[in-house]
C-alpha cells in the first residue's frame, strides 16, 4: 500500500464478521516502513513521526472479549484515528491481550489520548456485568482493561523489525495456532498480501522480547 508521504493511508477494511478467517484490516504503511522487506535501503531521514509498540490486556484475562467483539474493537480504532490519526504499523489481537505498533503524526506523542479514547469506546459498546474493583466502582469505572499498558518507544529500524515479527509469532508463541497464518486477527496477512512476507512465514520464536507479556499493570 502506498501513501502520500507523511500522510496517513486508509486502508480498506477487508475484516468480515461472517468469515472467522477473515482478519483485522487494521495495517498501513508508509514508505518510510518499507525498510522491513529491505533493511538496506532504510532511509532513516524520511522517518517522521516516533514509533510505539504497546502490549494491552484486559483486567480479566480469563475472558476473550476482543476477539468476541472484534468488530467493536476495530470500530472504535476508527473512531479514534478520525480525530487523532495515527498509523498501526503492525497488530495482533489475542482474546485477552493485544499487541501494536503505531506511528504518531510528527510533534505529537499523545498515545495516551488515543489508547483512553479506544478503550472507552470499546468499553462502551460492551454488556455490562463485569466484576468492578472497588475502587473502580467508586468512581464510575468500567472494568474491562487493566489501567496501564505496556509502551515502548521503537528505537531503529532493527528493533521495529523485532517487533513486528514479535506481533506476527505471538498467536503461535501463547499457543492459540500452530502455523502464524492461521491466527485471523493479525496485520501478518498484509504483510503477505502485500508481499513482504510468505504465507508460511515462521519466524523465529525463540526470540525472547520484553513485551509487557503477561503481567498486571494496575
Ligand atoms: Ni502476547
Not at 529491505?38 to 532511509?43: A, G
Not at 468512581?139 to 499498558?149: A, D
Not at 496477512?189 to 525463540?206: C, E, K
Request: some cysteine; proline content about 4%; aromatic content about 12%.
Amino acid at each position: 500500500m502506498r501513501a502520500e508521504s507523511g500522510r496517513i493511508a486508509r486502508t480498506v477494511c477487508l475484516l468480515n464478521p461472517a468469515n472467522p478467517l477473515a482478519h483485522v484490516g487494521w495495517v498501513e504503511q508508509r514508505d518510510t516502513h518499507r525498510y522491513y522487506a529491505d533493511m538496506t535501503n532504510y532511509r532513516r531521514s524520511r522517518i517522521d513521526g516516533a514509533s510505539y509498540f504497546f502490549t494491552l490486556n484486559l483486567a480479566d484475562r480469563s475472558l476473550s472479549l476482543l476477539t468476541e467483539h472484534i468488530a467493536l474493537l476495530r470500530s472504535a480504532f476508527e473512531y479514534t484515528r478520525e480525530r487523532h490519526p495515527f498509523i498501526v504499523n503492525a497488530i495482533v489481537v489475542l482474546p485477552e491481550h493485544m499487541h501494536a505498533i503505531w506511528t504518531l503524526p510528527d510533534g505529537d506523542n499523545d498515545f495516551a489520548l488515543r489508547w483512553r479514547l479506544i478503550k472507552t469506546v470499546f468499553s462502551r459498546g460492551l454488556p455490562h456485568g463485569e466484576r468492578r474493583s472497588d475502587s473502580r466502582q467508586n468512581k464510575g469505572e468500567r472494568g474491562i482493561w487493566q489501567r496501564r499498558y505496556w509502551e515502548h518507544l521503537i528505537r531503529d529500524e532493527a528493533d521495529f523489525a523485532q517487533h513486528v515479527d514479535y506481533i506476527h509469532i505471538n498467536p503461535a508463541k501463547h499457543g492459540l495456532v500452530t502455523r502464524v497464518a492461521d491466527w485471523p486477527h493479525s496485520s501478518f496477512h498484509r504483510y503477505v498480501q502485500t508481499g513482504v512476507l510468505p504465507i508460511n512465514w515462521a519466524g523465529d520464536s525463540s526470540v525472547e522480547l520484553d513485551c509487557g507479556e503477561r503481567r498486571n499493570f494496575d
